[in-house]
């Protein structure tokens, strides 16, 4: 069956730094990929997506390229600010955007 | 800009009582969805609903699981008798059409006693 495993967190940085948040997947076939983000006290949003192997998402300056041949969907940002302190998770879904299959989630703490 | 609104945030209930969880989805979507994630755990799909009907469930979505749409607006997730594992965060999402981005609700803690 499908599943999602996202580095454990919390991820604690000083503004400015450089992130990476892993996640690896198994699925059958050709999954879509997605990173949701959970701000305090509200909804999971979409952040970003790929469709197809070697795509790349990017959003709000996060970037997370499809790779296929190490089913990876790691996120990326050069930059973090205070305002990119929430839980991000990683999901994938083989329908499109229907049923997801998500990771646990990686709190991000960013420090001025 | 159009929200999931989920009520309450936060339910503490009895172990053996009934709850209900309640959502509003964003007003023009037809496909709804329920997922929940354990404390420490990932968030895992329950069901998802769509013309009235349960389109798709998972093997958590037990006989003790229900959800109905009573009047064209809510979405509700009916728990009959509630266990102790039954306490967790739970989300309800909404989409407009298959091919379009589902939008989630801030979510209900459930704490079973």
């Known amino acids: 069956g499908n599943s999602v495993t996202q580095m454990e967190g919390p991820v604690t940085l000083s503004e400015e730094a450089f992130l990476t948040i892993n996640c690896t997947y198994t699925?059958?076939?050709?999954?879509?990929l997605f990173w949701y983000v959970q701000y305090p006290g509200e909804g999971l949003q979409l952040l970003l997506k790929?469709?197809?192997?070697?795509d790349k998402g990017s959003n709000k300056g996060f970037e997370a390229t499809y790779r296929k041949e190490t089913t990876s969907f790691h996120l990326e940002k050069g930059s973090v600010q205070v305002s990119d302190s929430a839980v991000y998770f990683c999901?994938?879904?083989?329908?499109?955007?229907?049923?997801?299959?998500f990771g646990k989630g990686t709190m991000l703490l960013v420090s001025p | 800009e159009p929200e999931v609104t989920q009520t309450p945030s936060h339910q503490v209930t009895q172990m053996g009582q009934e709850v209900i969880l309640r959502c509003v989805p964003i007003?023009?979507?037809?496909?709804f969805y329920w997922y929940r994630q354990i404390l420490g755990q990932k968030v895992e799909f329950l069901v998802s609903?769509?013309?009235?009907?349960?389109?798709?469930k998972s093997e958590i979505f037990d006989d003790q699981f229900s959800v109905e749409r009573p009047d064209g607006s809510n979405f509700t997730l009916k728990i009959r008798s509630t266990k102790l594992e039954d306490s967790a965060m739970y989300f309800c999402?909404?989409?407009?059409?298959?091919?379009?981005?589902?939008?989630f609700g801030q979510g209900t803690r459930l704490t079973v006693v």
């Open positions: 999402a909404s989409r407009r059409r298959e091919d379009t981005e589902a939008f």
């Open positions: 699925a059958t076939g050709y999954p879509s």
């Open positions: 790929a469709t197809k192997a070697d």
């Open positions: 999901a994938l879904s083989n329908t499109g955007y229907s049923t997801l299959t």
């Open positions: 007003s023009n979507h037809l496909y």
């Open positions: 609903f769509y013309n009235n009907e349960i389109s798709e």
